[in-house]
């Protein structure tokens, strides 16, 4: 039998939202975005990770832009290339589970304004969290890939992983993801898996990986070897560190072999060249503080990601307790294995670290719960891959029965109330998903959009008095 032919290596670019988001707080505007968009667009790389994620929130609340607005100036940018997002299932791109009919139109509305790829998470890798978003895309003609959140510890083994490939593929996925949120895929165990997956399922398998443990390049070299399809990557001025290896080097690594990807070395130099001062400035202002640039092999000690990490700091220096930084790492596997050994991944890994946090600040564990805690106990996230330790359960909800179905089952129709509450403020359909999701941050956004209409027809009334004087 003839050895099949390996087809050349495909790279999604996340320099538009993971990379900023890894880096500089999901800082970079659309502004800073637009002028580059034209050479990137020429590259030929497999998809563009330009939103979702944190980059929702983050427009609305910090940058005062509308994201539905900077997704529509990237299409009309983009002409040749495929535009990614990164969906949390039921969880959409907030914090908690909303209804169905929320869920399948914001699909909607994303694919009709630009989104050709959906890639669709659940923290706990509950596949029941998944199945609206991929119904929805595969209505929409929308490309529904599913992330797998990968993380370590022995209920994760590699008839795990290809059990949940199957189950991915019955469920209508066209492509899935391993999504390795805190760089703890090193790379002959990447060898392993992906020689699993590519055995137990004809969909193609794209690599997600960060940098934050340092072993993210090799982690992809050996991916690419046992097959893996696509593999994500950042332009080099935001790369590494707690993003994703960078492109160029990728490109290279490849170059000349049976993977070589086609793209264009002086290419990448002129889009990595337009992102260097960018990475200056932030650097500068503190935007980019140099300690996520480095490499923290506790990572695969403590499993935790470099976000969260971050996080971890802030909390305790609030609280004038950084001596105790050490004692919650510790703290935080034992949490993570008291509430069923979830991946650590949005909203997980906030959950998890802000309770190891209070056990630790308290000087009594479970003594303090918050109302998430709560909720994760009461199974309102969903099913973990192994179950919650009973007597932190009884401690922390006492006699609450937990519910077992899917979550979003319990939640009626939202759409028409969001609707309702929204009326004064909408001015474009997509408003009320805006607000859906961030009640508060919409809002305010909606003010302060008011407002600068309202000042730019000022200005447009004083331009035409000045004009035609009475």
Not at 233 to 246: I, K, L, R, V, Y
């Amino acid at each position: 039998m003839a050895e099949q032919v390996k087809k050349p290596l495909k790279i999604t670019e996340t320099v538009l939202r993971d990379a900023h988001q890894s880096l500089i707080a999901t800082r970079m505007s659309t502004e800073q975005m637009l002028p580059i968009v034209d050479k990137m667009d020429k590259v030929g790389y497999h998809a563009v990770e330009c939103w979702g994620g944190a980059t929702f929130d983050a427009s609305l609340r910090f940058l005062k832009e509308d994201p539905w607005e900077r997704l529509r100036k990237l299409r009309a940018g983009f002409k040749n290339t495929k535009l990614q997002m990164l969906f949390r299932g039921q969880n959409i791109l907030g914090y908690n589970h909303y209804a169905d009919d929320v869920v399948e139109y914001f699909v909607q509305k994303s694919i009709a304004n630009g989104i050709d790829i959906i890639r669709i998470f659940d923290c706990f890798n509950d596949l029941r969290n998944l199945q609206t978003a991929v119904k929805a895309a595969n209505k929409e003609k929308g490309h529904a890939q599913i992330a797998l959140s990968y993380t370590l510890g022995d209920a994760y083994t590699l008839e795990y992983w290809t059990d949940m490939a199957k189950k991915i593929e019955e469920m209508g996925a066209d492509s899935i993801c391993i999504k390795d949120m805190a760089g703890l895929l090193v790379p002959y165990e990447a060898t392993k898996l992906v020689k699993a997956l590519k055995e137990g399922t004809k969909l193609p398998i794209e690599m997600h990986t960060h940098y934050t443990s340092g072993v993210a390049a090799m982690t992809y070299l050996k991916s690419v070897e046992a097959g893996a399809d696509i593999i994500d990557t950042a332009m080099s001025p935001f790369a590494m560190g707690t993003s994703q290896p960078a492109t160029e080097v990728m490109v290279e690594t490849f170059r000349g072999t049976e993977y070589d990807t086609g793209l264009d070395q002086n290419l990448l130099a002129e889009i990595a060249d337009y992102f260097r001062p960018m990475q200056e400035d932030a650097l500068k202002t503190g935007l980019l503080n140099p300690k996520v640039m480095g490499v923290n092999i506790k990572t695969l000690l403590y499993q935790v990601p470099g976000g969260m990490l971050s996080n971890l700091v802030s909390q305790l220096k609030e609280a004038h307790a950084e001596d105790k930084y050490y004692q919650v790492l510790e703290e935080i596997p034992r949490v993570r294995k008291d509430f069923g050994e979830p991946p650590l991944v949005t909203p997980s890994s906030q959950i998890v670290g802000t309770q190891a946090v209070l056990n630790v600040l308290q000087g009594e564990r479970y003594k303090m719960v918050t109302k998430e805690s709560k909720k994760v106990l009461s199974g309102e996230f969903g099913e973990t891959v192994k179950p919650f330790n009973p007597e932190v359960q009884k401690k922390c909800i006492g006699d609450t029965k937990p519910i077992t179905c899917r979550p979003a089952d319990l939640i009626k129709p939202q759409l028409s109330e969001y609707e309702k509450e929204i009326a004064q403020w909408k001015q474009q359909d997509e408003d009320v998903l805006s607000y859906a999701l961030f009640p508060q941050v919409a809002t305010e956004f909606f003010k302060y959009r008011q407002a600068q209409q309202e000042k730019v027809d000022v200005t447009a009334a004083d331009t035409e008095n000045k004009a035609y004087p009475v």
